[in-house]
């Protein structure tokens, strides 16, 4: 008869003395159970999960104490508010969500405890054994997509020339005031490809260019330039200016939630945009509008000091989940075949990490010399491991720039992962990121927060 393997991660407070008590009754419990002693639930990152499922366990539980009663005051929470978001992540990517388990026992409920598990054990021996963990010889490698769409071709902008203008003119008052000391917009390359460009100077004004192939998000800079002063580093209370499209603008109301920078240490030349066109390299084609613009309804900055040109009218919009619900619709089976096929192909060359104005961590754990992570191999679970970590560290943070998707040279659909835990949080908390200045709900402890 098949027995699963269970990794259940206990709160030494209240679940671990729960499924001690459960003993001293003689209470059944499953035998295949493997308990994980934790200070708190709240301490079972999403990692060790994934790293449990990559090592052959069939199903795991996190039992924390109940809501009100934590040791550590917010810390199951947290719990409460994160194990939906990567219940629904991993789902997405294949996994049968019953597979994945959270509830509340206390350290009196041994009986409680024996039910729980005991449930969750027959639920997952009903599944039969999990295909999380694969051999590279299983995935297929090969290339198909799941969010095709028909292309809206890009309107000729006879306002460009307009807007180039105006950056330059505002750029050249500002560093001739000394208000910034610098300003960071969008120039033509040697090969006449628009590329970021850091003007330090008015004589360099003129290399600022606005154009419908100002695809990069240059909020990814302001981190490298910015820094909230302190009394022994007092010269980073520096200004710099920064030209944004309205999703780019987003990015900055959700680093200075994180306490990133000041509001007052950057100056916001906010641009309008009708949307930016795919341009050449990598398969892509011109004369069309990214993926992101063919969905996008914003054409205002949610927030600027100077406003360049006037608000467009909002032509065609196609829906946004196009491939999520054509993922949705599958089987967990051939979701995960599909999403193997899509990592297999993956060459860890960082370049989404790169790419993204969000992942500014001094030392991303996924390259750190420390045995209790995953991610140093190149092995196709590493590479979903570090994709869906990824992927759940954006959560309730990433603000949909696609840039991660637009510079992945194997053209890995990984907007896919982000539009989905984002339609999750605002369905499960109210909150889109970015169009204010408030932190990730999944980041917060607030009681009444708490969905589950």
């Keep these: 008869m098949y027995e699963p393997k269970i990794i259940a991660f206990l709160c030494t407070w209240c679940s671990y003395t729960g499924a001690d008590l459960a003993g001293t009754a003689r209470y059944k419990s499953p035998h295949n159970l493997r308990a994980i002693r934790v200070p708190c639930s709240g301490r079972v990152s999403p990692e060790l999960i994934m790293r449990a499922f990559d090592q ?68 997952v021996r009903a599944l039969g054994p999990v295909k999380w963990r694969v051999n590279q010889l299983q995935a297929s490698g090969k290339k198909y997509w799941i969010d095709q769409r028909n292309h809206i071709t890009v309107r000729d902008d006879p306002h460009d020339a307009v807007r180039t203008e105006l950056i330059r003119n505002h750029a050249r008052e500002l560093l001739s005031s000394g208000e910034v000391s610098c300003v960071i917009g969008y120039e033509l390359g040697s090969r006449g490809r628009t590329r970021p460009v850091f003007v330090h100077s008015e004589e360099d004004v003129e290399r600022l260019v606005w154009n419908q192939f100002c695809t990069h998000n240059l909020t990814t800079y302001l981190h490298q330039n910015l820094a909230i002063p302190t009394e022994q580093n007092i010269e980073s209370k520096k200004k710099v200016a920064v030209v944004v499209k309205p999703c ?49 309804k914003d054409r205002l900055p949610v927030l600027y000091d100077t406003l360049i040109g006037d608000e467009p009218i909002l032509q065609e919009v196609q829906p946004t989940d196009i491939g999520i619900k054509r993922l949705d619709a599958m089987s967990p089976s051939q979701r995960m075949d599909f999403w193997l096929s899509q990592f297999d192909r993956c060459i860890r060359c960082y370049a989404c990490r790169q790419a993204c104005p969000i992942c500014d961590c001094p030392t991303c754990m996924y390259e750190r010399d420390d045995s209790l992570w995953v991610g140093m191999n190149i092995e196709i679970n590493e590479k979903r491991t570090f994709h869906l970590g990824r992927a759940y560290h954006l959560a309730g943070r990433c603000i949909g720039c696609n840039e991660c998707e637009r510079v992945c040279p194997m053209d890995i659909p990984i907007s896919l992962l982000n539009l989905k835990l984002a339609q999750e949080v605002q369905s499960s908390f109210g909150y889109q990121a970015g169009f204010d200045i408030s932190p990730s709900p999944i980041t917060t402890s607030l009681v009444e927060e708490v969905t589950r």
């Design 56 to 123: 052959g366990a069939d199903g795991v539980i996190v039992l924390g104490c109940h809501i009100g009663e934590c040791h550590y005051d917010s810390g199951n929470h947290r719990t409460a508010k994160r194990m939906p978001i990567l219940e629904k992540l991993m789902e997405f990517a294949g996994l049968e969500s019953q597979r994945l388990k959270l509830d509340w026992v206390s350290a009196s409920e041994g009986e409680r405890f024996s039910r729980i598990v005991n449930e969750f054990v027959e639920a």
């Design 248 to 296: 780019d603008s987003r990015t900055i109301n959700v680093l200075m939630s994180e306490n990133r920078f000041e509001r007052e240490q950057v100056y916001i030349i906010g641009v309008t945009c009708e949307g930016i066109q795919e341009g050449a390299g990598f398969g892509r084609r011109e004369g069309v509008y990214q993926k992101r613009c063919e969905s996008c």
